[in-house]
């Protein structure tokens, strides 16, 4: 059974950087963590779980319009690791972070559909993240 666990989240203040990771763990029988897309989703008080950004096997990337050009999403294959870059952080990323592994291997979604979790069928506990103003 695949298990993923997140780690990173913390308190910062506005402006501030964190970097979030999650460890993949159980690919056996010759499946490979390297064959599945993983994305990043977040949920706040009260709100929906939303995408926040996905990296495909082949490393293309993609991401919600809110963590364009601050977010980095990337993938380590030798470490079963998929890391989040988080930069400028404002008080609104505030939320439980989440990963999470593609249903499919070697799959590209297209459209608004890589942030639809039905797409996802190993999620992780999740890492709170707090940024202060």
């Known amino acids: 059974q695949v298990q993923l666990v997140e780690s990173g989240g913390g308190s910062v203040q506005a402006g501030g950087s964190l970097r979030l990771s999650c460890a993949a763990s159980?690919?056996?029988?010759?499946?490979?963590?390297?064959?599945?897309?993983m994305g990043w989703f977040r949920q706040a008080p009260g709100k929906e779980r939303e995408g926040v950004a996905r990296v495909n096997t082949d490393d293309s990337t993609v991401y919600a319009e809110s963590a364009e050009g601050r977010f980095t999403i990337s993938r380590d294959n030798a470490k079963n690791t998929l890391y989040l870059q988080m930069n400028s952080l404002k008080p609104e990323d505030t939320a439980m972070y989440y990963c999470a592994a593609d249903n499919r291997p070697f799959r590209r979604l297209y459209g608004s559909s890589w942030s639809s979790l039905d797409e996802y069928n190993f999620w992780g506990q999740g890492t709170q993240v707090t940024v202060s103003s």
């Open positions: 159980g690919y056996t029988g010759g499946y490979s963590f390297s064959w599945y897309a």
